[in-house]
């Protein structure tokens, strides 16, 4: 333990190193891991949503990368905020999943807990996200402003809509072809379109097309269960 670390994030680290390896016995599968899942979504979706609603993910995305000047869309409502925030969280989870957790990218010495590395992955997720979302919804129009950030949308939810939303996107999520998913890791990375459609022997218009239908899918399935 390093002299300036509290004693209380040490013992935080040596929990998750145990879990890791636990996990890692257990091929990343079974009903423990699956709550890990959804308490890690949920968290990652809250962080999301919160900065969202102050612009501190804003911020959060350009200390990560110098290059990243996002704004706030113009007409941004409480719908769009979900649909942003749950793509996100996806592509964050299949970049952790295959980075962090099955190559070991993940390592206590590294000084941040699970969960902290996952919301980085989310932080590094939202510009590509936020981007389509604008290219898909000609919401060409940003303010560089963040007065009046909260009286333009209402993006609180609360623990049990983040920990049902989590659930329900873990789901979806293993729905999709494993094409799909690299479609969402090679995102949240950085890579352009038309990069992930020479990976896949595809065109850009094709990649595109399977984004859209794999974020209506994840959609259509929240509003499946909201009308249960």
């Known amino acids: 333990m390093s002299a300036d670390q509290p004693a209380g994030e040490h013992e935080h680290l040596i929990g998750d190193a145990k879990l890791f390896h636990e996990f890692h016995a257990d091929n990343f599968s079974g009903a423990r891991y699956n709550r890990f899942l959804d308490g890690l979504m949920a968290a990652g979706a809250g962080y999301i949503a919160a ?22 869309p113009v007409g941004w409502n409480h719908s769009d905020c979900r649909e942003v925030m749950l793509a996100t969280v996806a592509a964050a989870l299949i970049r952790f999943y295959d980075e962090a957790m099955v190559e070991g990218g993940w390592q206590p010495a590294g000084g941040a807990s699970l969960t902290t590395h996952f919301i980085n992955y989310c932080i590094d997720a939202l510009p590509n996200e936020l981007r389509r979302w604008s290219k898909f919804t000609h919401a060409a129009q940003f303010t560089d402003t963040l007065d009046g950030l909260e009286d333009r949308v209402d993006t609180g939810f609360g623990p049990a809509e983040l920990a049902a939303m989590a659930d329900e996107l873990r789901c979806a999520m293993l729905e999709l072809s494993r094409d799909d998913q690299q479609i969402f890791e090679l995102r949240s990375a950085g890579y352009l379109t038309d990069e992930i459609a020479a990976i896949q022997n595809t065109t850009s218009r094709a990649i595109e097309g399977r984004i859209y239908r794999a974020r209506k899918r994840l959609e259509g399935k929240r509003r499946g269960a909201e009308d249960e």
Not at 51 to 72: E, M
Request: hydrophobic share 45%; proline share 0%.
């Open 51 to 72: 900065g969202l609603k102050s612009g501190a993910v804003f911020a959060a995305c350009r200390r990560r990368n110098a290059s990243i000047r996002l704004s706030f």
